[in-house]
């Protein structure tokens, strides 16, 4: 049986790039995969693109597509959530109702929560893929067919990171434009952490919005952008790595994929508990989960404060990475989900 994969946008997005592009190579192993490579970049980039262009990417975009699902007709399709669900709302109907082709739809943000039509995309497509416990547990109610994917990292890529006693401490966030405003959330602790220890703070990721940046006394801040060659180098500088999050529904549906990425690196990873941080992390054991300014504050300075306990929840954080979220293991869990539920295909 093929597996045809349609990704949201190219490479350069973290979404597609670990989500579809990453998993298809090691989904290799076990089924004849293909990636109808969408010409949509990063959305920092296609932001800026004109309408014009816009639509003639969108409509390459939909002939590539369009060609593989007439032509393959006993193939699995993959279809990644799109940028207009409108979009994919009309795509999924028409080869699902009108063909009747099998449809995988995968899922790692609560787009439910801003657009209903979602939830017949969800109704009608064979099987979902849930990126958080949150959004499987509402897809549920449209889907029996609703498997837990987590967004996942190959842990072979990456060497873990040895903690020593230093005098500046390095506390780093990584981000988009948009999340810029979760910052705010630690704030105050910065600031009071600023009075008695010395320690800097690395953001990477505020790509254009540094206005929309907290201003924190007492703290050096180093303000970088996002970019994907430099993306994992930026992370390994971290001392400590955070993750904000306001207690929403929006949030609670997010993968928690930053928090994995200091985790892998053996960067202990302090964030707020809210969705899929609490079962991602064993607050005190291979992480800290932080529900007030206070719980922010004590956390990290126990970690600013002790190079080894930076160095047991650092292995202790990788050895949760390895064990239930590398991606040669999902890529195998993957490949048994689609070979189960679809098994009689040639």
């Not at 889907?143 to 072979?156: F, G, H, M, Q, S």
């Not at 873990?160 to 005098?167: A, D, M, Q, R, T």
């Not at 390095?170 to 009075?195: A, C, H, Q």
Request: aromatic share 12%; hydrophobic share 40%.
């Amino acid at each position: 049986m093929k597996i045809i994969f349609f990704p949201q946008r190219s490479v350069q997005e973290a979404s597609s790039r670990y989500r579809v592009y990453y998993l298809a190579e090691k989904l290799q192993n076990y089924l004849d995969v293909e990636i109808v490579g969408s010409p949509l970049g990063h959305s920092l980039y296609y932001a800026k693109y004109n309408v014009y262009k816009k639509i003639l990417l969108n409509i390459s975009n939909n002939l590539k597509m369009f060609s593989k699902l007439l032509d393959h007709k006993h193939s699995i399709f993959v279809f990644q959530r799109g940028e207009w669900q409108k979009g994919r709302f009309f795509q999924i109907c028409f080869f699902k109702k009108l063909l009747n082709r099998n449809i995988i739809f995968d899922l790692d943000d609560a787009i439910f929560l801003r657009n209903k039509k979602v939830d017949e995309i969800l109704a009608l497509c064979n099987i979902v893929f849930a990126g958080s416990h949150f959004i499987r547990d509402y897809v549920q109610m449209f889907n029996d067919n609703v498997y837990l994917i987590p967004t996942c990292i190959d842990t072979k890529r990456y060497k873990i990171k040895e903690h020593v006693e230093k005098s500046k401490i390095s506390i780093g966030w990584i981000g988009s434009p948009s999340t810029v405003k979760y910052l705010n959330l630690i704030k105050d602790p910065l600031e009071r952490l600023g009075d008695s220890h010395n320690i800097k703070f690395v953001v990477v990721g505020a790509n254009k919005a540094e206005n929309k940046l907290p201003k924190i006394r007492n703290v050096n801040m180093e303000i970088k952008d996002w970019k994907l060659e430099t993306e994992w180098d930026e992370i390994k500088s971290f001392d400590i790595g955070v993750m904000p999050l306001f207690n929403g529904d929006w949030e609670r549906g997010k993968c928690a994929f930053k928090a994995m990425q200091y985790m892998v690196l053996g960067i202990p990873a302090v964030c707020s508990s809210v969705g899929e941080a609490n079962h991602l992390i064993n607050s005190g054991n291979n992480g800290f989960l932080c529900a007030d300014e206070k719980e922010w504050e004590s956390s990290l300075e126990g970690l600013i404060s002790d190079h080894k306990l930076r160095n047991k929840i650092g292995h202790n954080g990788r050895n949760k990475i390895e064990e239930e979220y590398d991606i040669s293991k999902t890529a195998k869990k993957v490949s048994n989900i689609i070979k189960s539920e679809f098994g009689g295909i040639p």
